[in-house]
Structure formats: C-alpha cells, structure tokens
C-alpha cells in the first residue's frame, strides 16, 4: 500500500508543478477521458475545461499539500484523500481544503477520474 501511496501522491502532486500545469498532452496522460470535478467552490467541471484552465496558468499556484491517504477501492482503483492550502505571500495560509481523487489503472499507468475539493471546517 506505502508504494500505492507513493505513486499516486506523486501523480497528484504533479498536477502542481509548473512543468505539467501548461503541458497539454501530460495533462491527457494524467487525466482520465471520463474526468470531471467538483471544485470547493460547488462547481462542476469537466476534463475540457480543467484542461483549458490549466493550460492558461502561467504560474502555479502556491499549494501546500499534506496528509495524504490511499484506500484501494477494488483492482486497479483507489481513493486518494489530502488537504492542501494556498500560501500566500505573507507565508500565511488560505483556502483550506479536504481532497479527494479517485485514480484509475488503464493499461499500467494511473489516470485521474473524479476530484473533489470541499472547504475545511477547522484550519491548520
């Protein structure tokens, strides 16, 4: 399971950097066909338009993410849970938030189906 983690953290975490924010065809690697969202703010969103979001960041945002969990859900399937916040320039933090993700094994490699962010109660 700590390998499951591991790789799964790293995909997630991935979606982060710089390098794959703007990057068109790993973001088709790393997201399922079927992906859709359902943003903290309550919004549904689909693979299109996270992918067209994502593609039009010219930074990343300053997301600190922590505490992440795996549960295999059955083969090749399993729910990732985290929080994260962003960082503001003062190093203080915003936007606490509860993760969620379910990743999907299609043809050894792991894609994201379903995200879902939901508003901390308490903040850390």
Known sequence: ???LLATLQ???VELHHPGVRCDAQRLAQLLHTDFHEVGR???Q???ATVVRFLGEQVAPPPVLSDHFAVQALGPGIALL????ALRR????LENHTLRSSVWVQQDALWQLLYHQ????????
């Open 1 to 3: 399971m700590n390998a």
């Open 10 to 12: 790293a995909l997630e």
């Open 41 to 43: 703010s309550g919004r």
């Open 45 to 47: 969103y689909d693979r």
């Open 81 to 84: 849970t985290y929080r994260s």
């Open 89 to 92: 320039p003062d190093a203080t």
């Open 117 to 124: 962010g939901t508003p901390a109660a308490e903040l850390w």
